[in-house]
């Protein structure tokens, strides 16, 4: 094992010698991470695992929780849970590795966020195909993550040698005044299902770019992005105990790790009930957070919109990941005038996708992740059809193996029905009208959530009002342009606190010190 202890010093000659080191660990070949399992079948499935002070920790009789393939339902393997004396373990590595960590060179975490990119990219079949086999989508889809990921894992490596202070002019001008930034210490987070490999290197890299140390729990049911993660980062040279990966019950895990002193920072990607609560402990301990939480993104299409190209464009997108996407658009307002223009191409696009396993080349639509998820489209869809909604397309779960729903399109609803309130977070679009511009607005702006929107019009005058008064974190118009690594991705409301992505990456991860002497 690739050891490196640094810590317990911060005199600049040590450090110096560290730097030297690990350049040196960059440099060279990478001891590799610890081979997978016998190949069978599901041949080439993760090896799952603990991460812990830069080792691979395997079930060893701990307890564990078999991980499915939400297509075929096959069990691909069996994932460790972590012990309350693991958790202390990780803790314990994060606190010793940020000592040594948070003094280390820029230049260093950029070379080794570097080197991630790259063994992304050179892995991002074999990724990819894990994640399809355990979260389900289309293996394009999933490969395709893990290309703009390694973007992720670049941009971080960039942005991370441009962490600023600054030099305030004094009254008195005997006087130094200086700001500067440093890592806020070690951080847990804890990150979903949906975009496994997204969410949880885009919260890696922004934590280790800045100098802090980071405990990540990632999701259970869609274990292998994470477990490659870690992989990439000991293969890229990252020191032991910077990065720290755990499994469990969610609940008993981030309970434990945001009450110990040790943790200073909070990070949280999933539902709005599960950050608020997460969110107020982590305020019971006046520890910072960032929330990436959910949405219910209006899409608004003007009369004067290309509203063929629009409503194509918007059934593929809203298909993407079978609607399982925190910015997937959810509520549909039309305007009268081009209202069955529009029904009529968004229902033909939506039919024509093929729904099916992720890894037949042919699928464009893979099924749900979880059967949980089944049921919960099951009541929009009964909600709506209590409250008079048609059921134009779809409606039901598919009548074969697998966590399968079929998309589905719904029309009439009442302003206060689930579909049009609450995050579907599958694949249904529910579709109505409006008239007045200021009243669609309004109705846009109505729920108190803020994450993401979408405008088409031809109009720059309509664009314009829209971008200035939808009160959401992104405002698309004429096109999906969010979630680049150059540009920063939040919410407002009840969406969240905070952006990852673009030069606010590291906010979150940064302290403000003033310091001044004379
Ligand atoms: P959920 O609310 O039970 O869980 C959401 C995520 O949070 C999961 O990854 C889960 O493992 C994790 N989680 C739950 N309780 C936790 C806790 N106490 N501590 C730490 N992590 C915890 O719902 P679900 O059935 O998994 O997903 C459905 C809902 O979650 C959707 O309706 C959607 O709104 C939301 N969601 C949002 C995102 C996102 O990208 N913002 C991602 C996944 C799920």
């Given at each position: 094992?690739?050891s ?9 000659s ?5 730097y030297?080191v ?6 060279t070949?990478a ?10 079948m599901?041949?080439?499935y ?5 991460y ?14 078999e991980v499915?393939n939400?297509s ?10 972590a012990?309350?004396k693991?958790l ?8 010793r590795a940020f ?9 260093l ?5 570097r ?7 050179d ?6 195909r894990?994640?399809?086999l355990?979260q389900g989508?289309?293996?394009a889809e999933?490969?395709?993550e ?7 894992a670049?941009?971080?490596a ?5 962490i600023y202070g600054?030099?305030?002019?004094p009254?008195?001008p005997?006087v ?6 440093e890592?806020i ?7 979903p299902?949906n975009f496994?490999y997204n969410?949880?290197i ?6 280790i770019?800045?100098g802090?140390?980071i405990i990540?729990?990632?999701p259970?049911d869609?274990p292998?992005?994470v477990?490659?993660i870690?992989?990439l980062f000991?293969?890229a ?7 720290n990966?755990?499994w ?11 009450r110990?002193p040790?943790?200073r920072k909070?990070s949280?990607?999933?539902?709005v009930?599960v950050?608020?609560?997460i969110?107020?402990l982590?305020g ?5 957070v960032t929330m990436e939480?959910g ?9 004067d919109a ?9 059934a593929?997108f ?9 910015v997937?658009?959810?509520?549909f307002?039309?305007h009268e005038?081009a209202?069955?223009q ?12 093929k729904?099916?396993?992720?890894m ?5 639509m ?7 998820r ?6 929009f ?7 008079g909604g ?10 074969r193996?697998g966590?399968?729903?079929?998309p589905?399109v719904?029309t009439?609803?009442p302003?206060?029905s689930?579909l ?5 977070f599958?694949?249904i ?5 409006f ?6 607005i309004?109705r ?5 959530f803020?994450?993401?929107?979408y405008v ?7 664009a314009?009002?829209?971008?200035n008064n939808i ?9 999906f342009?969010?979630a ?5 991705f ?13 030069s ?8 403000t ?5 004379i």
């Open positions: 094992m690739r490196l202890r640094c810590a317990n010093t911060t005199s600049f040590t450090v110096k010698t560290c030297k690990l350049r040196h660990i960059v440099a070949p001891s590799h991470s610890p081979p997978r399992q016998t190949r069978t599901h041949d080439m993760e090896t799952l695992a603990l812990i002070d830069g080792e691979f920790v395997s079930s060893d009789g701990r307890k564990t929780e499915t939400p075929t339902l096959d069990v691909l393997g069996h994932l460790p849970h012990t309350t693991d202390d373990r990780a803790l314990a590595a994060a606190a000592e040594t960590w948070r003094h280390s060179s820029p230049m975490r950029s070379e080794i966020l080197k991630v990119g790259q063994l992304s990219r892995r991002a079949q074999e990724i990819g894990n994640m399809t355990d989508k289309p293996l999933a490969v395709g893990i290309m703009t990921c390694s973007e992720h670049d941009w971080h960039e942005e991370c040698r441009r600054r030099v305030i002019t009254r008195n005997e130094r005044q200086m700001v500067l930034r890592p210490g070690v951080c847990a987070a804890f990150t299902w496994p969410q949880a885009r919260k890696v890299c922004a934590a770019g800045s802090c140390t990540l729990k990632g259970e869609s292998s992005a477990m490659a870690a992989r000991h293969d040279g990252l020191p032991p105990g910077v990065l990966i755990v469990g019950v969610p609940s008993e895990i981030s309970d434990y790790l945001i110990s040790i943790v909070v949280f990607t999933g539902s009930p950050g608020k609560h969110a107020s982590a019971a301990h006046m520890k910072r939480l949405g219910h993104s209006p899409v608004i299409v003007f009369e290309d509203i063929d190209r629009a409503a194509k464009q918007l593929r809203k298909l993407r990941n079978a609607g399982q996407v925190c997937s658009p959810t509520r307002y039309v005038k209202y069955d529009f029904l009529e191409t968004f229902i033909s696009t939506i039919q024509s996708v729904v099916g396993d992720g037949d080349p042919e699928t464009q893979g099924p749900l992740a979880h059967a949980r089944v049921p919960a489209m099951t009541k869809v009964e909600n709506a059809l209590e409250l048609k059921v134009l397309l779809g409606g039901e779960p598919l009548d193996t966590h399968f729903f079929s589905t719904v009439d609803l302003e206060h689930m049009m309130t609450e995050e579907p599958g694949p679009a529910p579709i109505t009208r008239s007045d511009t200021d009243d669609v309004k846009a702006n109505s729920l108190p803020g994450l993401s929107s088409f019009t031809n109009s720059l005058q309509t314009t009002k829209a971008a009160e959401a974190g992104m405002v698309n118009i004429n096109h342009g969010s680049l690594p150059e540009t920063p939040g919410g407002l409301k009840d969406s969240g606190i905070g952006s990852e992505g673009g606010e990456t590291f906010e979150g991860y940064l302290t010190k003033f310091v001044t002497h």
